[in-house]
């Protein structure tokens, strides 16, 4: 058994249309654990999408202003808008014990990388390209210049998945929801998320020792 006290970050990234979304959704639908980080974007909402529940909805300057007054955990440009991640949120939940999804595109994964090596970093795939252009497509919400120019990107973002920890690839819905579970599950366990436990076992067998008479 492991002590456990603080959550962990989860880092999920994944091309436009590999499914993420829904995938998160079920996370947190079948575990108890997790809580889902909402982003801020710039961007249009889709057809469907509400505010305060896929994204929260912002101008421009008021994007600006959240990153000057630190925010956001951290943000990015994506195909011509800003997405970013509040930080009061993550650190609220964090305390909490919740482990906090964060899905989020390349830059930005490696940004929360750097700053918290103790995140988890996966990256979803489909099963193959062609179904990544026929989920892209079969969405039905955005023109063709929009699926092509995230096609586009997708190719510039497979270039970094070597850089993430874990791949899943998005077939079946309920196996890749357990497939990640049993991933973060794992993850808990390195020792480089248990560096207080460690440490304390460490200092009680030197103490103990000093109780031996053996030196
Ligand atoms: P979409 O417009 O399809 O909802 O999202 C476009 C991309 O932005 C996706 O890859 C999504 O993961 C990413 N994204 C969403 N929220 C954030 C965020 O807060 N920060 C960063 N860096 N990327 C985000």
Do not use: W
């Amino acid at each position: 058994m492991i002590m456990k006290h603080k959550g962990i970050l989860i880092v999920v990234s994944g091309f436009s249309g590999a499914g993420k979304g829904t995938l998160m959704k079920q996370m947190v639908r079948s575990y108890e654990n997790y809580a889902l980080s909402i982003s801020m974007t710039t961007r249009d909402p889709r057809p469907g999408e509400a505010e305060g529940r896929e994204y929260f909805f912002v101008s421009k300057e008021v994007f600006e202003d959240r990153i000057s007054k630190d925010g956001l955990v951290e943000y990015a440009s994506y195909c011509g808008n800003y997405y970013g991640t509040p930080r009061e949120y993550v650190e609220r939940q964090l305390e909490r014990g919740k482990d906090v999804i964060l899905e989020i595109e390349i830059q930005g994964a490696l940004k929360v990388k750097n700053k918290f090596p103790t995140a988890v970093l996966m990256f979803v795939m489909p099963p193959s390209a062609a179904e990544l252009k026929r989920r892209l497509e079969g969405r039905g919400t955005e023109s063709q210049e929009v699926i092509d120019r995230r096609l586009k990107r997708a190719c510039e973002e497979a270039e970094g998945i070597e850089q993430y920890d874990y791949i899943v690839i998005n077939d079946e819905l309920e196996e890749c929801v357990k497939e990640m579970h049993s991933l973060i599950q794992a993850a808990h366990y390195a020792p480089l998320r248990n560096k207080e436990f460690i440490e304390k076992m460490k200092n009680e067998l030197r103490a103990l020792q000093k109780e031996t008479a053996i030196k």
